[in-house]
């Protein structure tokens, strides 16, 4: 089976504009939560969504948004870049029918804004 | 308000080495707690987790971790390194029942010598 899948994997961006990032959970996952991580730092909270609700938003400005589809794929949205957007996003899935605890993750989307 | 620190930013021990990587966490109540392990040009990966009972737990790839609730401590663990446990580990704590929104510390970079 699949694991999470992420898109696109790199991505340059200049300040100002616009991201989407993508991801497709594993099959029978209903919960997707997006990270940020910072090079040097540990993975920092920004959503979590479930069967296309939001469940939870982590210390984030407006500028990030995001959304679940029905086939439970998800996609990050960060308007405006900024310098410090630079960073690796990843994305979890969760949920298969058993609360496990565990959360799976893609390797992420690696965003770089000069 | 919750957080995790991993005062090891890097470890070097040798192969065949008994390995220590201590989590400290800050939470009101017994949190859940897991440590993950993020090697190059991969996602994070489960390694173990504490919901509650045993304070000893047993993960995959022959690491353990004790929780000692006096210490707020949840230290990782394996009596025999590998050159392939080469990664960065990180401690994680989350609200209980919340773990899809994970707190993660900054993680402590291992490094294997031959």
């Known amino acids: 089976d699949a694991g999470v899948t992420q898109s696109p994997t790199h991505l340059i961006k200049t300040r100002g504009q616009h991201v989407t990032l993508r991801c497709s959970p594993i099959?029978?996952?209903?919960?997707v939560s997006w990270y940020q991580q910072v090079l040097g730092q540990g993975p920092q909270f920004i959503f979590q969504?479930?069967?296309?609700?939001?469940?939870g938003r982590g210390n984030f400005p407006d500028r990030f948004s995001a959304r679940q589809f029905p086939n439970y794929s998800s996609e990050l949205n960060v308007n405006a870049l900024l310098l410090g957007d630079s960073a690796l996003y990843l994305c979890?899935?969760?949920?298969?029918?058993?609360?496990?605890?565990?959360?799976?993750f893609g390797e992420g989307s690696r965003l770089t804004v000069l | 308000a919750q957080s995790v620190t991993q005062p090891d930013i890097h470890i070097t021990v040798s192969e065949g080495a008994s390995l220590e990587l201590r989590c400290n966490y800050s939470?009101?109540?017994?949190?859940?707690l897991f440590w993950y392990v993020q090697s190059p040009g991969q996602g994070l990966q489960l390694l173990l987790k504490?919901?509650?009972?045993?304070?000893l737990v047993q993960g995959i790839k022959g690491f353990e971790a004790e929780f000692k609730r006096s210490q707020s401590s949840f230290n990782l663990r394996k009596p025999s390194v590998h050159w392939s446990d080469a990664a960065e580990y990180f401690c994680?704590?989350?609200?209980?029942?919340?773990?899809?929104?994970?707190?993660f510390g900054a993680g402590t970079r291992l490094a294997v010598h031959p």
């Open positions: 979890a899935s969760s949920g298969g029918g058993g609360n496990t605890g565990e959360l799976f």
């Open positions: 099959s029978g996952h209903k919960s």
């Open positions: 969504y479930y069967e296309k609700e939001e469940r």
């Open positions: 939470y009101g109540a017994t949190p859940y």
């Open positions: 504490y919901f509650s009972g045993d304070t």
């Open positions: 994680a704590v989350a609200p209980l029942g919340g773990y899809n929104k994970l707190i």
